[in-house]
């Protein structure tokens, strides 16, 4: 069944594969209706997909999924719910268009399960990962820019900042320049090439992860614009969920979680306090219910059984029956890379 790691788990080999992470909490958070439709937009091995559908009986889903292979492997569990189950190659940020297109809208629940696929990571010609040796690729569509494109065609600047913005690296810079440096002499084409290159710069402690750990998450939510998708699928979900329907978000990772809870915050009417310099101001009128206080975390006993957990967070929120909003100006920020600033002549 279907697994996300955490950012540095590409590091570690634990011997467990594709296990729903807080399967439990993903389902009491729904709260699953007999005949309800729901939708969840990263249907990965369908670990959730199979569990939603035998907990509430008659049930229909409709899975998405932008890597092809996911699809593809999802034909057996489709014919096994007996039309119960649709399969569409999408990006979830498309959700919205993809309820319409199949007359699932509206919806009574959507879940989202953030990052990458154990099933990717585990494929070397994907690229994912800097445990294999394989091309620098990371789509995870099969379309668009690799990461070796990005590697070898972006300048130094805005390289640096998709290190530092999408990865929280430290030294993106000095990262960015030996890219850079490399380059001129032969382009960057394999995983093991980026990762020894980024060990030679980046210092871990003893036991720690993987030196080139965050620079590949970066290159990997750049390539894919994930954080972007979330953007669009959070906005996307508020349109197409009926009223007292479910939006549970699973993320592995602080960008992404922060743009769920600042979404979930300003969607439920929750904002900071003002004072004498910088007044309240007027809160737009809630179109969600936030049904738990802060995230939700996996239990000690299953992160025993599956180490890839740790870093897992849900959060979950109960759709009003209020008019749905505009896109949050401030959210579509957090999804964007900054254009590098000029520098300054001393």
């Known amino acids: 069944m279907r697994g996300r790691r955490r950012p540095d788990d590409v590091a570690v080999d634990t011997g467990a594969r594709h ?43 409709l899975g998405l999924d932008r890597d092809p292979t996911a699809i593809a492997g999802g034909a057996d569990l489709v014919a096994e719910m007996a039309g119960r ?18 007359q699932m809208a509206p919806l009574d629940g959507v879940v989202l399960d953030i990052g990458v696929s154990s099933m990717q990571i585990d494929q ?14 990371m789509r995870m569509g099969r379309e668009g820019q690799s990461a070796a494109d990005i590697l070898n065609e972006t300048e130094e600047g805005l390289l640096a900042n998709i290190f530092y913005h999408y990865g929280e690296e430290r030294r993106s810079r000095a990262v960015a320049r ?19 290159l980024v060990a030679g710069i980046v210092w871990t402690e003893p036991g720690g992860a993987h030196p080139a750990t965050r620079v590949f998450q970066a290159l ?8 972007g998708e979330l953007v669009k699928a959070l906005h996307a979900a508020e349109a197409v969920l009926k009223p007292g329907g479910r939006l ?10 922060r743009i769920v809870k600042q979404f979930m915050a300003a969607r439920s009417g929750r ?9 309240v101001v007027a809160i737009a009128e809630p179109t969600f219910r936030l049904v738990s206080k802060g995230a939700v975390a996996p239990t000690d006993a299953e992160m025993r059984l599956n180490p890839r957990a740790r870093s897992a967070k849900l959060r979950a929120a109960e759709r009003l029956t209020t008019v749905a909003r505009a896109a949050e100006p401030d959210l579509v920020a957090l999804a964007e890379v900054p254009d590098p600033q000029p520098r300054r002549r001393p």
């Open 85 to 102: 189950l649709t399969l569409s190659q999408a990006r979830f940020g498309e959700l919205a268009e993809e309820a319409q297109r199949f």
């Open 124 to 137: 070397a010609e994907r690229g994912f990962s800097f445990r294999f040796d394989g091309p620098l690729d």
């Open 248 to 257: 549970v978000v699973v993320t592995f990772h602080s960008l992404e979680d």
């Open 220 to 227: 990997r939510i750049a390539v894919n614009d994930e954080l």
């Open 19 to 61: 296990v729903p992470v807080l399967l439990a909490e993903v389902l009491q958070a729904l709260a699953l209706q007999p005949g309800g439709r729901y939708l969840d937009g990263t249907f990965g091995a369908g670990g959730y997909a199979r569990a939603l559908l035998e907990a509430a009986p008659g049930a229909t889903l």
């Open 271 to 279: 904002s900071p306090a003002g004072s004498r310099h910088a007044p």
């Open 178 to 196: 030996a890219v850079v440096e490399a380059r001129r002499k032969e382009p960057l084409t394999t995983t093991k090439q980026l990762a020894d």
